[in-house]
Every structure is written in structure tokens, then in C-alpha cells.
């Protein structure tokens, strides 16, 4: 049985390949990290004045986003894709490629801000797709009335926003003291392989 799903695995792969229209660049952050972006490559789109820029979730990356990447091309938007730090073939902060670490959500709107400066004309009106962590930044990004003004957001949606953590079966309180005291006794670095 498990031969039989190994080849319709593979099988799958080689009928449905990842896209590679993609062109990837990095952009330099103040901090000096880099960020990678993904621009969908489509000559229809080359002086369209709608530019869409998707936000994935945590843990995603650029290739993972092809086919909302080409949806959105054939629509007619110029796509943009972000490799949040962290992830996928951006800067980290820490050796460890399996952790994803931040110091604030801050750096994570800096990240669509430089994105923006790297590729935004001045006609153009800025649509932002955003799903899970992804939603959760492009809130935060909207929430920020001096970006606002800076790029207007004629669109955003928002798939399955992370509107905050599960920590089931204990209430948020009790998560929240456990991972205060595990920090205090030295326990910060320490994570589990889901």
C-alpha cells in the first residue's frame, strides 16, 4: 500500500511540476537582513498600474504561492511575492534553519513597506493578499495610518487570519505564564518538531 502511494506522489509531481516563472530578487533591509521577493513573470502584465503583493503564512514560501501567483497574472495584477525573514530563501536571525525568529511584528511590516519601494510606480494602486500570519501582518500594515498615506491600499483580502495562538487544552493565561517561566529558566531556546 504504501509503494502504491509513493508512486501516485510521484506520479502527481510529474504531472502537476512547480511553476518557474518566477524572477527572484533581494531586497536589503535597514537591518541588513536581505528578503527575497518573487515577481510573477508575465509580459501581459508589464505596464499594468495594479500591483498585488501576497503575504503566506508562516512557514511558506515564494514557489508554494505559483498558483495564486499566475491566478492573479491572469487577471491582469503585477504579482509580487514575499519571503518573510526567516523563511523560505530570506536572511534569518538565528543558525537554525527549522526556527523562525523575530524580534517584533514590526520587522514584518518593514518587509512589505521595502517591497513596496522596490516596486511600486507611482500610478499604480496596491492590492494586498495576506493568509494566516500572512493576514495577520497585512492588518497590522493597514492598522498603520503613515504607511497608509505613504502606499493607499485600494484592496486587501485576508485569507484565514491568525488572529492570535491556539494554546488548547490550557486557557491563554496559563500558556503565557508556562512560556514566562520556561524563558526564566533558560528554557528559551528549546522548541518542539511538530
Partial sequence: ???KLYFFFIFFILLNPLHAE???????QP????????VWNNP???????LLIICPGRASFI??????????SDLGFKVVVIDWRGQGGSDRLVENPQKVHIDDYQAYIQDIQKTLEAYHLKDDKIYLVGSSMGAQIVMRFLQDQQLTSQYPIEA???????FGL?????PPFIARAAAWIATRLGYQDCYWVW
Fill in 22 to 28: 518566477f524572477s527572484y530578487r533581494f531586497i536589503q
Fill in 1 to 3: 500500500m504504501l509503494k
Fill in 166 to 170: 491556539k494554546t488548547n487544552p490550557y
Fill in 31 to 38: 537591518d541588513g537582513l536581505k528578503i527575497r521577493v518573487g
Fill in 63 to 72: 514557489e508554494k504561492n505559483d498558483r495564486l501567483a499566475q491566478h492573479f
Fill in 156 to 162: 486587501a483580502v485576508l485569507l484565514v487570519p491568525m
Fill in 44 to 50: 501581459k502584465v508589464e505596464n499594468s498600474k495594479k
